[in-house]
């Protein structure tokens, strides 16, 4: 596709659920990156992968957030046991081939936790 | 964390006018990027400045890098209505970028 592509764009879970958000990056980028934004904040760094390995993980705020990337290119980010503090919109980005580039973000997962 | 910390939090101008956004940063970095967000969604890449380069030019943006101080500095010229928008520093110091908590700019039309 033309953009990273994230889907669902609304997702409402209750506490204590499973979620899965999926990111389908730019095509051919090897670089993929999942940022959470509460309001009124900047997106806080989780995960960068490189190809199919996490390269720098030191964002996930606890074993709750898993993600993968298998093939090099979707990449899903996992939430068990959703809390409430969960909710935020969860941003995926990508880049040609990493570090020190400019980054092409999705339009975000709106994540609600009842 | 939050390293880069813009300056201010929010500005209101009229249409015509040029808009300045200030961004403050803690440790040495490769380069530094700035962000549009419309409606919290979404981030565009606007301008990127390596470390080594003093200032950048893209079309109405100017942006500034002082090492030294640890700042940064983006001018909007000539501002529109459709500039409206949240606009985040981001710093890059490794494997990944680290966002401030960004500058809402309302232009009023």
């Known amino acids: 596709g033309a953009g990273v592509s994230q889907t669902p764009s609304n997702k409402v879970t209750e506490k204590g659920k499973y979620v899965e958000l999926r990111c389908d990056p730019i095509s051919g980028h090897t670089a993929l990156y999942w940022y959470r934004q509460s309001l009124g904040q900047g997106p806080e760094f989780l995960i960068y992968f490189q190809g199919t390995g996490a390269a720098d993980d030191s964002g996930l705020p606890n074993d709750r957030f898993f993600a993968v990337r298998p093939e090099g290119s979707v990449s899903t980010l996992k939430i068990q046991r959703t809390e409430r503090g969960d909710s935020a919109v969860y941003l995926c980005?990508?880049?040609?081939?990493?570090?020190?580039?400019?980054?092409?973000f999705g339009s975000g997962t709106q994540l609600s936790v009842l | 964390s939050q390293q880069g910390e813009e300056d201010p939090q929010a500005l209101s101008i009229q249409e015509g006018e040029n808009a300045t956004m200030n961004c403050s940063y803690k440790?040495?970095?490769?380069?530094l990027q700035w962000y549009r967000q419309n409606s919290g969604r979404g981030l565009v890449h606007l301008i990127l400045?390596?470390?080594?380069?003093r200032e950048k030019h893209s079309g109405r943006l100017r942006v500034t890098l002082d090492t030294s101080k640890k700042s940064s500095s983006l001018l909007i010229t000539a501002s529109r209505a459709a500039d409206t928008a949240s606009y985040f520093c981001?710093?890059?110091?490794?494997?990944?970028?680290?966002f401030g908590a960004g500058t809402i700019l309302r232009v009023k039309s």
């Open positions: 981001a710093t890059d110091a490794g494997n990944k970028l680290v």
């Open positions: 980005a990508s880049s040609l081939s990493g570090t020190g580039e400019k980054l092409f």
């Open positions: 400045i390596r470390s080594n380069e």
């Open positions: 440790t040495s970095i490769n380069n």
